[in-house]
């Protein structure tokens, strides 16, 4: 039924352009999102789709707390987890910008005075513009045993964040996944090396320097430092049973606390957001138009992510799909404990799509197809109406 009300509602929108086609496309967003929170029976969830012209059409559907039936609006907030990548590597462009550094940098030379950076993998040859690519060859830390048992105990205890030097000195002593500039590995270790490149190179801190030369700018007033379990607004995220870090299935407390303290990602991420905030940052960003100075070549000066899959690729903080049935595509995807998040720009029809879950229920373990099927829906829905109603 969902499907055939989706089709019927697109027919219907064709012949309407400008806000009248915005009011049309936001009716059958919210039947879309809703026919999926019924079919895949997932707690609550947002979505936001931005238009060529900027507007920001946003709707929710479901429960931001189950419990107490509180219902999800579009101004429900969930961590955004590593869509906050673009925000660190968009930092970092900026400061290159500024003359403060640049990408070609070694990481020593702005961290090679700590006393830990000469155990790191690859300390004397990966630059600034590897860790931005995740091209310094770093080990995943949280694939690692102890790591995860560290993790687990502090959240289940739910006691303080590990602390990010702590986090990096997981994998301090460790072998090189290749020589630096040589291959691809997503880390969040390396965007925690790259916190403190920028902070050491710009002599503020990094959720100071977002906050003043990006979100404050570009009027993105529901994204925030995730750097505190209390966190206003934010929507009751929801895990499984047997989830790795031993946290109940509800994350938060009934105080409206999370149970464990999310300033352990930090520059891995670190953003509590809404669907309408990273759908509008998107825009702004794909399109050139996230800050004055020209970015977008060094933004998508990107390695492949496999020799198997050459056409995807990543950037500075953006993966980028050069070959889908859509055209070109970029973006990046989220997940922490609770919450799950997704933004996608589709070039060819200028369209920016953001959506965030609060679960990470058959998410975080690939056993549903939640995520692709209502990253192609909405996209597919998007693109139809805003093309058609371009060609009136």
Known sequence: MTRRLLAASVAACLSLVGPACAETLETRMQVLLDGFQQDYGFPGATAAIALPDGNVVSVASGHADREAGTPMTPETRMLAASIGKTFVAMTTLLLESDGVLARSDLVSDHLGDRSWFS?????????????????????????????????????????????????????????????????????????????????EASGATYYDLVTDRFLGPLGLNATTPSDTPALPGLAVGYVAIDNPFGLPPRTMDEDGRLVWDPAMEWTGGGLVSTSRDLAAWGHALFGGE???????????????????????????????????????????????????????????????????????????????????????????????????????
């Not at 990096?168 to 500039?181: M, R, T, Y």
């Not at 995807?333 to 933004?343: E, H, M, N």
Request: proline fraction near 7%.
């Open 290 to 392: 996230a800050m004055e100075t020209p970015y977008l070549d060094r933004l998508l000066d990107s390695i492949p992510v496999s020799p198997d899959a050459p056409s995807i690729q990543y950037g500075a903080g953006v993966a980028v799909y050069a070959e889908t049935p859509r055209g070109p595509v970029l973006g990046h995807g989220g997940w922490i404990p609770g919450y799950v998040s997704s933004l996608r720009h589709y070039s060819d029809h200028g369209v920016t799509v953001a959506f965030q879950i609060n679960t990470d229920v058959g998410i975080a373990d690939d056993s549903t197809d939640l995520v692709p099927a209502l990253e192609a829906a909405l996209a597919d829905l998007a693109i139809e109406l805003t093309d058609e109603a371009g060609e009136q």
């Open 119 to 199: 155990r790191l993998p690859n300390h004397a040859t990966m630059t600034v513009g590897d860790l931005m690519r995740h091209g310094a060859g770093l080990p995943k830390r949280v694939h690692l045993e102890r790591f995860q048992a560290e993790m687990a105990a502090r959240m289940y205890g739910g006691t303080d964040a590990i602390p990010s030097e702590d986090a990096i000195a997981f994998v301090v002593d460790a072998e090189p996944l290749f020589p630096a500039g040589e291959g691809w590995a997503y880390t969040d270790t390396g965007y925690l090396l790259l916190g403190f490149v920028i902070e």
